[in-house]
C-alpha cells in the first residue's frame, strides 16, 4: 500500500502528465521518427537515424518545448477550462501554479540548451518557436482565425525541424503537410464549438462566439472539401504503399464527420466529433509505417552466416 505522502506524490506525478498532455507528446515524438524513416531519409541504415545524437536532440528538444507550451496554454486558460473541463481542470491544478510556471520555465531554458548541441540555427529556431508559442497563449488564441490557424501552424513546426534537419523538401512531404495542418484546423474550429460557454465567458473572439455556430459550420465544411485536394493528389501523384487504405479510411471518417457537425447542437456531440479528428491525426501518424512495411526488416543489419 502506497503511504499518504507517496499518494500525493503519484497524483501529482498524474497531473504533471496530464498538463503537459504526455500522451500527445509520445504520440508527436514517434511521428517524427516514423517520418525520418519512411519519408525524410529512407535511404539511410536504421542506426543512422535512431543512433543520431543530433536528430535526437532536435525532437527531444521539440517535446521539452511542446511539453512547456501545454502548461503556458493552461496558465491562461484556467478559468476558460474550469467551465468547460472541470474534471481535467481539478487533475490539472494539482500542482500549484507557481510551480507550474517554475516546470515551464525550466522546460524552455532545457529546449534551448539541448538545441545548442545541434546548432545556433536550432537554438534561434527553438527561440522562436518558445515565443511564438506564448505570444498564441497569451494573445492570439482568444482572436477568431488568426487563433485557430496559428495553432495548427504551431502544432506542425516541429515537423519542420526535422525536415531542415535532412534538407528533403520533396513535394510528397509539402502535400503530406498541408493535409495535416487542414485536419489539425478543422480540429481547433471544433475545440471553438465545445468551448462556446467558456470562450463567452472569457470574451474569447472566436468564429461561433462572433459569428455563431452555423457560419463556424460552414467554415467547418469548407475545410473539410479542401482537405480532399491533398487526399486526391496524395493518392493519384505519389507511391504511398498500404498507406492508402489509411487516406481511403480518412475521406469516410471525414465524411461521416461532417455529417455530424451539421447534425449535432450540444457540447458532448461537439466533443465526440472532436475525438474523430484526433483518430484520424493517431492514426495517420502511425500508418506511416504502411508506406512500406518491409524497409525495417530490409534495413536490419544481417548477421554474418556461421555455416
Given amino acids: 500500500m502506497l503511504s499518504r505522502k507517496n499518494k500525493v506524490v503519484f497524483l501529482k506525478l498524474i497531473s504533471l502528465f496530464s498538463l503537459v498532455r504526455g500522451y500527445n507528446i509520445v504520440i508527436i515524438v514517434l511521428a517524427q521518427y516514423l517520418t525520418a524513416v519512411f519519408i525524410l531519409a529512407p535511404e539511410l541504415p536504421l542506426s543512422a537515424i535512431f543512433l543520431d545524437d543530433s536528430l535526437f536532440s532536435l525532437i527531444l528538444a521539440s517535446a521539452i518545448s511542446i511539453a512547456g507550451g501545454y502548461i503556458i496554454n493552461d496558465f491562461y486558460d484556467?478559468?476558460?477550462?474550469?467551465?468547460n473541463r472541470p474534471n481535467k481542470y481539478m487533475l490539472d491544478h494539482l500542482i500549484s501554479q507557481r510551480t507550474q510556471l517554475t516546470v515551464y520555465f525550466i522546460l524552455n531554458f532545457l529546449a534551448v540548451i539541448i538545441a545548442s548541441y545541434v546548432s545556433f540555427k536550432a537554438v534561434l529556431f527553438f527561440s522562436i518557436y518558445i515565443f511564438a508559442i506564448w505570444l498564441y497563449s497569451h494573445k492570439l488564441k482568444k482572436y477568431a482565425i488568426i487563433g485557430n490557424i496559428a495553432a495548427a501552424l504551431l502544432a506542425i513546426t516541429p515537423f519542420f525541424a526535422v525536415f531542415i534537419y535532412y534538407k528533403n523538401f520533396d513535394k510528397v512531404i509539402f502535400v503530406h503537410a498541408v493535409f495535416l495542418f487542414l485536419i489539425l484546423l478543422i480540429r481547433e474550429m471544433m475545440k471553438d464549438l465545445s468551448n462556446i460557454k467558456g470562450d463567452l465567458v472569457q470574451n474569447y473572439q472566436t468564429v461561433p462566439v462572433i459569428y455563431g455556430e452555423k457560419v463556424s459550420k460552414i467554415g467547418i465544411s469548407m475545410?473539410?472539401?479542401?482537405?480532399?485536394?491533398p487526399i486526391y493528389l496524395l493518392l493519384q501523384k505519389f507511391d504511398l504503399g498500404y498507406m492508402v487504405y489509411y487516406f481511403y479510411?480518412?475521406?469516410?471518417?471525414?465524411?461521416?464527420?461532417?455529417?455530424?457537425?451539421?447534425k449535432s447542437e450540444s457540447t458532448i456531440n461537439y466533443v465526440r466529433l472532436h475525438n474523430i479528428l484526433k483518430l484520424i491525426?493517431?492514426?495517420?501518424?502511425?500508418?506511416?509505417?504502411?508506406?512500406?512495411?518491409?524497409?525495417?526488416i530490409n534495413r536490419i543489419p544481417k548477421l554474418p552466416s556461421l555455416l
Avoid: M, R
Avoid at 484556467?78 to 467551465?83: A, F, H, N, Q
Fill in 281 to 296: 491525426i493517431v492514426v495517420g501518424a502511425l500508418s506511416i509505417v504502411l508506406i512500406d512495411p518491409y524497409v525495417i
Fill in 223 to 229: 475545410l473539410v472539401a479542401l482537405s480532399l485536394i
Fill in 249 to 262: 479510411a480518412s475521406i469516410g471518417l471525414l465524411l461521416f464527420f461532417l455529417v455530424g457537425v451539421w
Fill in 78 to 83: 484556467k478559468e476558460k477550462d474550469l467551465i
